[in-house]
């Protein structure tokens, strides 16, 4: 499988091992793309599961809306339910960073029995965030989201100077070179923004504000077994959100403690390109034990 359709856009994926076994999804981060996961995957595909990473909307070529509006989380959570559809899998072991961990949170959140593991990076859960926000630490953490949300500035600075930004917040050389030529491609950087304008829209926020509470609940009443890893030294997000993700985790499982995986490295923000053999190991814990179906409430 190299490509899948969805809501009239195209979707560039890599596809790895066998057909028939257990499906992991990775999702990437800004401003990253499926290639971000290039040196976990082969430690995934060695145990003999099979792993689909795309690129999300707004970084396929065929997937670039030019409305930001057309970033709604539940049309990305759309997209991932359309790819496990489109191959045949009722229930996939969800992995995500940065961005890819925010979908990741809202796929659990809104399609749970649609997830069999999930394992986040780096993102705190929603309530976390919350919490980092109402204490007041996440604040500071998070300024640069105005900045990004505003239209054409962010896309002309990021095509001059995206590599020396990257590399300033931790990315490594090689990497951040590969993003930054990326980031000059027509629409590329567009698209990336595009979802940092949506999350800070009032129109959207609006819509989120109507719909709460209106979200079909799952008949699968259970917990779903979650991972999540971290960097101390992430800039992006505050010590307050990480902690209280983990308390929340907790909390959760109840006296199913292995439910919830929780590991912290001391490093930033790139787990994949800095600690992929630890995130793999991660994954590969998370989704071989407990069982799905082990894990009822």
Not at 77 to 84: G, I, K, M, Q, R
Request: overall charge positive; proline content about 6%.
């Amino acid at each position: 499988m190299r490509y899948y359709s969805h809501d009239g856009l195209t979707f560039d994926v890599d596809d790895s091992g066998p057909e028939g076994a257990d499906l992991v999804v990775l999702l990437h981060g800004w401003p990253q793309d499926r290639t971000a996961w290039d040196r976990v995957t082969p430690l995934l595909t060695a145990t003999g599961v099979r792993v689909i990473a795309p690129d999300l909307r707004g970084y396929s070529p065929g997937a670039r809306p030019g409305n930001h509006l057309d970033y709604e989380i539940t049309q990305m959570v759309a997209d991932v339910v359309a790819l496990l559809d489109e191959v045949g899998a009722e229930r996939a072991h969800i992995v995500g960073h940065d961005w890819g961990g925010a979908l990741a949170w809202a796929i659990a959140a809104r399609q749970p029995e649609r997830v069999a593991t999930l394992t986040v990076l780096s993102t705190p859960s929603p309530a976390g965030m919350a919490h980092g926000f109402r204490v007041r630490e996440q604040h500071k953490h998070s300024w640069y989201m105005a900045l990004f949300a505003l239209p054409v500035l962010p896309v002309l600075f990021f095509r001059l100077f995206a590599q020396q930004i990257l590399e300033k917040i931790g990315m490594p050389r090689e990497r951040a070179a590969y993003d930054a030529r990326r980031l000059k491609t027509p629409g590329a950087a567009e698209g990336t923004f595009a979802w940092y304008r949506a999350a800070l829209s009032p129109t959207l926020m609006w819509r989120k504000r109507r719909a709460k509470g209106a979200r079909r609940r799952s008949v699968h009443r259970r917990v779903i077994p979650t991972a999540y890893v971290w960097g101390t030294k992430d800039a992006a997000f505050a010590e307050a959100s990480t902690s209280y993700t983990v308390e929340e985790m907790r909390r959760r499982a109840g006296d199913r403690p292995e439910l919830a995986i929780t590991r912290e490295l001391k490093t930033g923000h790139w787990l994949m390109e800095t600690h992929p053999e630890t995130i793999a190991e991660v994954v590969l814990e998370r989704i071989a034990t407990p069982a799905a179906e082990d894990a009822a409430s």
